[in-house]
C-alpha cells in the first residue's frame, strides 16, 4: 500500500517535487528518543526524510506520559528507541534507521555521525558529557547542528553551522569547574531571554541537584515545528538560517518571540550578570 510520493504529496507546495526526493535521500542523526526525540523523529519522518540515526537507552515510565510521542501504557518498561523505531517504519516502512541502543559514547559516536547531512540534539539536559562530546565532532566532521530546548510553554532555539561560532565558543563551558556551573552555563546559554521564568509556579519541580525540572508537552511539540523548520531549510540550502552567537525564543504562553543575541557567548557582561543570578536561585533550591 506505502508508495513515498503519495505519502507526502500533501508537503509539495511547500517544497517543489525535486526538493522532497532531495529529503528522502538525506540522512539525520537524533540523541535521545524522549520528550523533544521523539517529536523531531515523527516530524522528519513525516516531512519524508528517507534515512535516521537514533539513540537511546532508556525505558518508558508512566511520568514520560506528559509529553514523549511514544509513551502509552502499552510502551511502559519498552525501550524508547525501538518504539521510535517502529513508529517511523509504520509511517515510511522504507526508512533507513540506523539504531545505536547504548546512546551515543566516545566509543560509538563517530558511527552515529557517520553520513549524516544534520545533527538534531534531543539529549536530556542534564546529559552534559554525552552533549560536549558530539557537538564537537560535529564541529571537526562540518555537520551542523540544531538544538531546540522546551522551556516552560515555548522553544529555545539554537544552530550550529560549520564555520561559525562553535558550540563552545557560544556556551564557554572551560570557564567554569564544576558539572552544576556548566550546567547553569548550559541554561543561560540556551536561554539568554528566560521569557519562561516569571511563570514558574513551583520552584521545587526545579532540583540540579537531583538532575529533574518540568516539561509540557506544548513545548516538546513547539521544539519540533521550530527545528525541523531549520531542518528543512538547511538541507534543502534554502532560506535564512540565524546561526549562534543568534537565537531564536518563542513562549505562546506570554505571547513573545525573542531574537537572541550573544555577541561573546556566556562570557558576555549580561551574560555574566545572569549566571550570578541563576546560580543563587539553584542555590537557595
Not at 515510565?61 to 502499552?74: E, I, K, P
Request: glycine fraction near 8%; include cysteine.
Amino acid at each position: 500500500m506505502f508508495d513515498y510520493d503519495t505519502a507526502f504529496s500533501r508537503n509539495i507546495g511547500w517544497v517543489t517535487h525535486d526538493e522532497q526526493a532531495q529529503l528522502r535521500q538525506k540522512r539525520v542523526a537524533i540523541a535521545g528518543c524522549g520528550g523533544v526525540g521523539s517529536l523531531h523523529a515523527l516530524t522528519l519522518a513525516r516531512l519524508g526524510i528517507g534515512k535516521v540515526n537514533l539513540s537511546d537507552f532508556d525505558e518508558y515510565d508512566v511520568h514520560n506520559f506528559n509529553r514523549q510521542a511514544g509513551a502509552f501504557l502499552s510502551t511502559v518498561g519498552e525501550n524508547k528507541m525501538q518504539v521510535m523505531h517502529n513508529m517511523l517504519k509504520d509511517i515510511n516502512p522504507e526508512m533507513d534507521i540506523r539504531d545505536f541502543g547504548d546512546g551515543v559514547n566516545e566509543h560509538n559516536v563517530d558511527d552515529f555521525l557517520q553520513d549524516v547531512d544534520l545533527y538534531i540534539d534531543s539529549l536530556d539536559f542534564f546529559a552534559l558529557a554525552a552533549r560536549k562530546l558530539v557537538f564537537q565532532k560535529c564541529y571537526e566532521k562540518n555537520i551542523p547542528v540544531v538544538t531546540a530546548a522546551p522551556l516552560g510553554m515555548g522553544c529555545a532555539l539554537l544552530c550550529f553551522m560549520p564555520g561559525k561560532m562553535t558550540f563552545e565558543e557560544y556556551f564557554r563551558f572551560e570557564d567554569k569547574a564544576d558539572e552544576e556551573s556548566q550546567l547553569i552555563q548550559f541554561l543561560i546559554g540556551l536561554s539568554p531571554a528566560m521569557l519562561q521564568r516569571n511563570y514558574l509556579m513551583d520552584d521545587s519541580a526545579v532540583s540540579f541537584k537531583e538532575r529533574r525540572g518540568p516539561s509540557t508537552g506544548m513545548a516538546v511539540n513547539l521544539c519540533a515545528g521550530m527545528a525541523e523548520t531549520y531542518a528543512l531549510k538547511i538541507l534543502l540550502k534554502r532560506g535564512e538560517v540565524l546561526t549562534a552567537p543568534y537565537g531564536l525564543h518563542f513562549d505562546a504562553y506570554r505571547n513573545k518571540l525573542t531574537r537572541t543575541w550573544c555577541p561573546k557567548g556566556n562570557r558576555g557582561p549580561l551574560q555574566r550578570l545572569k549566571f550570578k543570578i541563576a546560580a543563587k536561585i539553584v542555590a537557595d533550591n
